[in-house]
């Protein structure tokens, strides 16, 4: 009994310091990895050639280690080492590649000479080896790995770097590297298939996991990955081993507006081999679990993206589908016909539901009960969004005339409307929803909308729901499809005054306000009111604790600054500027002049009332800047007057303003708009000696110091600047021409006088030259002159600026 009882207790040690052992050595290995992962991000090991190839090597020495493999591809710090590993072996083997290719491109000796075969020719084929095995090996356990937070991370690398390499080298010519390239390819193939057989897809893209690698997959089998050979670089050391894989699907770079070329194997297994679906296919599996459970996949959160990835993927290749002979035009969209199909129908088998000669009723009543369905569902009505990109022109047009029909839809029960006899619909159901309105800018967006479909629209939305649902991004779209269109301005401004209950002209005052802060007039009212009302009792509240002591120290009392404190911010806190309102003053103040007199008359109220939130919220947020640039800007149609009164009201707050990084837009948006008495005023205030002067703005904001011509003004005295500026608004006016701008902009910053009286100028313009040749004469002799520069108002055009025009304009082309 005691010899047994020693035996396990030596057995019971032995495996005891085996586990220790091995658990020690894994924390080592993870550790080396750690330190492997900082050098290559923090380091300069990309540019290092033969570093790369090193350590590639080394890693797939260690994946092919049987105790390894595991730990490598499920461990969190190891995953990420391996992703960034498969990376640089995919940039190793392209830079050969292309050495390789103008080695041969010289001379075809080069292919046998041994320099070359030891030095390039040997390193690419077994970095290409390399790359090979490692690939091969996880693709073998691609049915475990895609179901870990982990390694599921490097199945998806592993098909990027397989699809972007098989593309690059398919016009190899090296014997060699094609059979290893082709073996990938059958490898891939045939675990895509047994993960069809064994699994199915169904489980694959309903599981947290799997659903990242199923749309991997179906990007893969079509072309379409996010980076490109020219960002390979960034990618690796921006991408690779972030956890945040949802970022990457949305990479795209610059310079690729296309599909990558595959082999047409992959597009088959994606596809079908057959012009109707199968079920060994992936998009034949999805689609038989559509037919049985389409809600499960529409409301499921993974499944109902891969859903949507998987026919914005068909609908990238549709050109490649196989068609019948004598089939309707319609069959191009096979096997994305069928999806679609299956879902408008809810699952129903139905043939030629997206033919709109022979059931245009059926059509309709599928397409307003989806809506009705899903545009309350933050998943599903994702997928009505899809639906509405990918149907064909004439069921969209269908869509629009469907949801627009008011006889057979229901009234709206959850919106209280002061307008009962407002046409309901389901459009302003939709507008109401908290994410069916996304699907209305959706189709304000669309390029296939056209302008009868958008008076439809319009016509039946109303307004009064938009502001009071809160959805001003439905507005914003509507604004900007009428400057597409370039018509229909009256109705959409008549409906905007009406909605926010514009009733006559003495109303007109709060339209600006109402607009930015997204409110009604009777809500902008009440706010006013609450405000003045507060203002009031808090100067009360101090009167008393002051005791009528008017001593200025008293004020420093921290009971009383609290109250005031306290004051301002209430006063403000219901009156909020959003991107939406700016949105709506950017889009209105491009409309002709004769729409928008509300809006035009409305700004002087809100620069009377609202001056604090000019300069704190307008001035320095990227979206209030944005529509102070198109306020001020050459298009805008507002009057010049209103403009210089707009930016008048900035003053005392120039400096501040040019210190933020959003506000400095503005200050030289409106220097650029301003007469030089303005512009001098801006400048003064930035070269503000107790705030610091010149160095301040320049060390902070060296681009506003240039260009609000600082350096211009700090050289040349007042009268000198004046004549500068002078010159330079009439160089502006006599090249409005070949600038485009529209009359009304012209007269922006120079008075009418200066264009009628150019004739006279042109007659005297010998005596000017005489003028011009002594500057101190100059200035002695015509005072006048020199008022009228003061007030931006000058009647001389430079000489040398007519004959430039001139010979602009009588220039001749010379044929050879």
């Known amino acids: 009994m005691n010899s047994n009882r020693q035996n396990e207790f030596k057995n019971n040690k032995q495996i005891y310091k085996k586990i220790r052992d091995t658990g020690h050595y894994s924390s080592e290995i993870i550790m080396y990895y750690v330190r492997l992962k900082d050098l290559i991000l923090k380091g300069d090991l990309l540019k290092d050639e033969i570093g790369c190839e090193t350590i590639t090597q080394h ?105 972007l390499l098989n593309s690059h080298l398919q016009d190899c010519k090296i014997k060699i590297i094609l059979e290893k390239l082709e073996l990938l390819q059958i490898s891939l193939m045939v675990n895509l298939q047994n993960l069809t057989r064994n699994i199915g897809w169904i489980k694959i893209i309903c599981d947290p996991c799997g659903s990242h690698v199923a749309r991997t997959i179906i990007l893969s089998c079509i072309g379409d990955i996010k980076f490109d050979i020219n960002g390979l670089e960034e990618h690796i050391l921006s991408h690779l081993g972030r956890r945040n894989r949802g970022s990457r699907l949305n990479l795209k770079f610059n310079n690729q507006n296309f599909l990558l070329k595959v082999p047409i194997m992959f597009k088959e297994f994606l596809l079908c081999k057959a012009s109707d679906i199968d079920g060994d296919s992936l998009s034949g599996q999805i689609y038989e679990c559509l037919r049985s459970d389409v809600e499960g996949i529409i409301y499921d959160p993974y499944a109902s993206p891969t859903l949507s990835v998987l026919c914005f993927s068909l609908y990238k290749i549709k050109d490649e589908f196989p068609t019948k002979k004598g089939v309707n035009k319609l069959n191009k969209y096979n096997p994305l016909y069928e999806l679609l199909s299956c879902i408008i129908t809810l699952g129903q088998k139905s043939k030629d539901i997206l033919n709109p000669v022979k059931k245009v009723e059926k059509i309709k009543r599928y397409l307003v009960n989806c809506s009705i369905n899903w545009m309350n569902s933050e998943i599903a009505s994702c997928t009505l969004e899809m639906l509405i990109e990918l149907i064909p022109d004439e069921v969209f047009t269908l869509w629009i005339s469907s949801h627009c029909n008011t006889d057979n839809l229901e009234s709206i029960k959850d919106i209280n409307l002061d307008n009962k006899d407002v046409q309901i619909s389901l459009i302003n159901k939709m507008v109401s929803s908290c994410y069916g309105n996304y699907i209305i800018q959706k189709i304000l967006k669309s390029n296939r909308l056209n302008e009868p479909d958008f008076i439809q629209l319009i016509k039946v939305v109303d307004f009064q729901v938009i502001f009071k649902s809160g959805y001003i991004g439905v507005l914003n779209c509507i604004l900007e499809t009428c400057r597409k269109f370039q018509s229909h301005y009256k109705l959409v401004t008549k409906n905007i005054w009406k909605a926010i209950e514009l009733k006559s002209s003495n109303d007109y005052k709060y339209a600006f306000a109402c607009l930015i802060f997204c409110k009604t007039r009777s809500e902008l009212q009440n706010i006013i009111e609450e405000r003045e009302i507060n203002i009031d009792k808090v100067e009360g509240e101090l009167e008393e604790r002051i005791g009528g002591i ?54 002087t109220y809100f620069i009377s009332h609202f001056k604090e939130i000019m ?113 330079k608004t009439k160089t502006r006016i006599m090249f409005s021409d070949i600038l485009k701008e529209e009359p009304e902009i012209k007269n922006k910053n120079i008075n009418n006088e200066i264009l009628s009286n150019s004739s006279e100028n042109r007659a005297n313009k010998q005596k000017k030259e005489n003028k011009y040749s002594n500057n101190t004469q100059y200035f002695e002799d015509n005072k006048l002159d020199i008022e009228l520069s003061k007030n931006s108002e000058s009647n001389e055009i430079d000489k040398g600026m007519e004959g430039i025009i001139k010979f602009i304009k009588n220039k001749k082309i010379k044929k050879y």
């Open 550 to 603: 008017n001593d200025s120290t008293i004020i420093d009392d921290k009971d009383s600054f609290e109250i005031v404190k306290r004051s301002n911010e209430n006063k403000l806190s219901r009156l909020s500027t959003s991107i939406y309102g700016c949105n709506i003053i950017n889009s209105l103040i491009h409309f002709p002049a004769e729409t928008i007199h509300p809006v035009i008359s409305g700004i």
């Open 59 to 163: 890693v797939i020495e260690d994946i092919n280690k049987k105790e390894l493999d595991n730990l490598l591809l499920n461990d969190q710090r190891c995953s990420k080492v391996v992703e960034i590993i498969l990376g640089i072996s995919t940039l190793s083997i392209i830079r050969l590649f292309s050495k390789v290719e103008d080695e041969l491109k010289k001379s075809d000796e080069y292919l046998e000479s041994n320099d070359f075969k030891d030095n390039l020719f040997n390193r690419l084929e077994e970095s290409t080896s390399n790359f090979v095995t490692v690939c091969i090996k996880i693709l073998n356990k691609m049915e475990y790995c895609i179901f870990n937070q982990y390694s599921s991370h490097i199945i998806q690398t592993t098909l990027e770097s397989i699809i």
């Open 615 to 727: 300069v704190k919220e307008l001035g320095m947020k990227q979206y209030g800047v944005k529509m102070i640039e198109s306020m001020v800007g050459i298009n805008s149609q507002i009057p010049i007057t209103i403009i210089r009164r707009w930016i008048n009201a900035f003053s005392g707050h120039f400096l501040e303003l040019g210190l933020n990084n959003n506000g400095s837009f503005a200050v030289s948006a409106m220097y650029k708009a301003s007469d030089k008495i303005m512009k001098r005023k801006i400048v003064q205030e930035l070269l503000d000696k107790e705030n610091g002067g010149a160095d301040v703005i320049k060390s902070r904001n060296y681009s506003l110091y240039k260009r609000c011509e600082i350096p211009l003004y700090l050289e040349l005295d007042e009268k000198l600047w004046d004549i500068s500026q002078s010159q």
